[in-house]
């Protein structure tokens, strides 16, 4: 069901919701993993119900549920229970994504588990971890986002805080438990034991804030929002063109003398007031002003295409139609079908980890129906050899 | 040096330089992994020259490159070559993040390191990847974030695309080539072999753009900003109060109701205009200028805390100074300081990655000083009975 990869032969067992730990074994299943939700009787994935649909589907849930399987149980129920544990004693990874002190009230916490399955990897990716004061808090993408600084430094200057356009303090935490699983897979040849993978979602927010922390430490600013321009490099940012704008990236004096160059402006280079880096920072709206008298006369089409015939970084402000039909984005195979499915109109991303050792398929497998694999996931825990 | 982790035994030689590379040997140096920067002799990684400066250092390249080591080569002199082959054969992994092309120039394409060095996992980020029509461009963070379509999504509605205030598109191509990575190691046990991991800025921004992709498909609307609000869920916002704003994220009817109540506003739950979460998006302004009327009369820090109490999800607005003193960050140990270092001024965020088997230390390691470790790192590969 799923493409081959590194890690084919893995078995992960997935109560993840909605978006971060989806997310996480999404991940998996494009590296080969088999993965098996288990999801609650007639209700699912949240995410099941989630606007928009097409096909009758929820298209969200689509993109991030593709290529694995599903198993309806209802782990209060003994019987239930008992397929569930059976699962979990054929299973390499547990990933959940519950509020930290469900899966004690469950039975299932990391000490019941490790005793039963000691070779099982259990990862739970939560909204601030599972210790700490706001630990059993309930979080959101959004929550953590606005907790965790980086609203705070995204925006125009002088506006308000702005959130990221996509969830990505639900996607972090998906990759750094994705991590956590296959660094404690290959650990796991040697110790032949699982561990524990506890990712909270706040933390990697503070993961990922760079060199804002840096800058604070250094000279106690507090950053703010900065629109579409570098902190600490110009000219990097957004230039107005005839019709539109576009980035220009020039991040060191070579590029920049270039830059002058392609604008037919060399005199720029020369003007000490733009002569290093940290002059251009300084200088930084009258240098803007300069370079966008010389973009004025020409589109944004016109001046990519010169900028980038001389090797200055350079881009288009892409919508999300212009990146999907974008061609090295085609190129690269980022963007893929479902089989199976009534339409290709439903695109979704594919797997930004290219392997030499593995095919990349242009379709990955559907998103399963609630409960859709029940009597193959049985009839494989009943098989005799397994494991 | 490193910390003990999941990691430990494995060696990494890191030609990486600037951001998307060295993120990634720091996550695999945080899970243990002995990695050894290869750098250019007398400038070193150019993030070395970037400010701000603490202590004479740059305070960014301190703390992305904590915890590992550093020689100095020159892989165009043969006997910096013959050195840097001996640390290859010796090694698991290689990184890189040069442009596509330059690894190939220097005699270590990945046929040429697979045939000489068969165990080695090469793992290479760049900025559109080591395939396709533009592979030979060079790219940076803010190229990618625009081309790859998160800016067009991400900003004040109306308002200028703006790019996440922090090097998104780095970060990610880190994350995703540490996955790749570790993927690698686990699947070298089975294999016996390295593969080649080729990961792309460009693609990783089309992998974060989650749901923007499945309502442009199921709708044909090109999604663009919100400002601070969900695209599909409704309160989901910031919300201004007494003295600023609020996040409040009522993901479902039952917390919103709860909110009613909560806002003393009971009513607006039995409101036909807001009864379900479609009614709710749909009437978004007119109920958001409900929720702020009830919310007037009050301080953020009086409105969190009878939020909290009710469990509905809620956050303040951190700025960078904030998140770095949030309990929570704090009690999670994400943010630490650096061993032997003249001040504990400069924080770095921690390893968002607990693992039950090892200790998460609340130091570091420093960064190395340029070549700082070369007569130890000359040893080990001279020891007889290395590998």
């Not at 990759?175 to 796991?188: E, K, S």
């Not at 590029?255 to 290093?276: I, M, S, V, W, Y």
């Amino acid at each position: 069901m799923t493409a081959a990869g590194p890690l084919s032969g893995i078995t992960v067992v997935d109560l993840t919701r909605v978006l971060a730990g989806p997310y996480c074994t999404m991940v998996l299943a494009d590296l080969g993993a088999r993965v098996i939700k288990v999801e609650a009787p007639g209700k699912g994935d949240d995410a099941r119900h989630y606007g928009p649909f097409m096909d009758g589907q929820s298209a969200y849930f689509a993109s991030l549920n593709r290529g694995k399987e599903s198993i309806a149980l209802d782990l209060k129920t003994d019987s239930d229970r008992a397929v569930f544990e059976r699962l979990l004693a054929a299973a390499d990874v547990l990933v959940e994504n519950y509020r930290p002190g469900t899966m004690e009230k469950l039975g299932y916490g990391w000490d019941d588990l490790h005793r039963r399955f000691p070779r099982l990897i259990y990862a739970a990716a939560s909204g601030f971890g599972h210790s700490g004061p706001f630990s059993r808090r309930a979080a959101y993408d959004m929550v953590v986002q606005a907790m965790g600084g980086i609203m705070s430094i995204t925006g125009q200057p002088g506006g308000p805080p702005t959130r990221v356009g996509t969830s990505i303090g639900d996607i972090t935490a998906g990759l750094f438990t994705t991590v956590g699983v296959t660094a404690a897979l290959h650990h796991r040849h040697a110790s032949g034991e699982g561990m524990k993978v506890d990712v909270a979602m706040l933390d990697c927010q503070i993961a990922i804030l760079e060199n804002a922390i840096a800058r604070y430490c250094a000279t106690g600013e507090i950053p703010g929002p900065l629109g579409a321009r570098h902190p600490s490099i110009a000219p990097f940012e957004a230039f107005s063109v005839r019709d539109g704008s576009i980035i220009i990236a020039a991040g060191n004096d070579a590029l920049f003398a270039k830059l002058c160059d392609a604008l037919g402006r060399p005199d720029l280079a020369g003007n000490p007031l733009f002569e290093t880096n940290e002059q251009r920072c300084r200088h930084v709206e009258a240098l803007k002003a300069e370079i966008e008298s010389a973009l004025a006369g020409q589109t944004a089409a016109a001046w990519l295409e010169t900028l980038t015939a001389a090797s200055i970084p350079c881009a288009p402000i892409n919508s999300v139609a212009d990146a999907l039909s974008n061609p090295q984005v085609l190129a690269r195979n980022m963007v893929v079908t479902l089989e199976g499915a009534e339409s290709d109109r439903l695109k979704i991303a594919g797997n930004p980890i290219k392997l030499s050792a593995f095919a990349d398929p242009p379709t990955r497998g559907a998103a399963p129906a609630l409960d859709g694999d029940r009597t193959r996931i049985l009839a494989d825990i009943e098989a005799p050899n397994r494991q």
